[in-house]
């Protein structure tokens, strides 16, 4: 038997999104879908960030042998 209270679906930059909301989870129980949808975007646009960033850094020097 699980706990899952519901999913939360939506798409988001052309990809869909399911945030699994479980009755253990307090917190993330009280919010809104809304609340929960606008939190997993900022996480989503954080991520797509820090990958810029990485994707961006100089390489300073090629590394061939491992």
């Given at each position: 038997?699980t706990?899952?209270?519901r999913?939360?679906?939506?798409?988001?930059?052309?990809?869909?999104?399911?945030?699994?909301?479980?009755?253990h989870?307090?917190?993330r129980?009280?919010r809104t879908?809304?609340e929960?949808?606008?939190?997993?975007?900022?996480?989503?646009?954080?991520?797509?960030?820090?990958?810029?960033?990485?994707?961006?850094?100089p390489?300073?020097?090629?590394?061939?042998d491992?």
């Amino acid at each position: 038997m699980t706990d899952l209270d519901r999913i939360v679906k939506f798409d988001y930059k052309g990809k869909h999104y399911e945030v699994p909301v479980f009755k253990h989870q307090r917190r993330r129980m009280s919010r809104t879908d809304e609340e929960i949808i606008d939190i997993k975007k900022t996480c989503i646009d954080r991520v797509d960030a820090f990958m810029e960033q990485l994707n961006n850094l100089p390489v300073e020097e090629e590394i061939d042998d491992w």
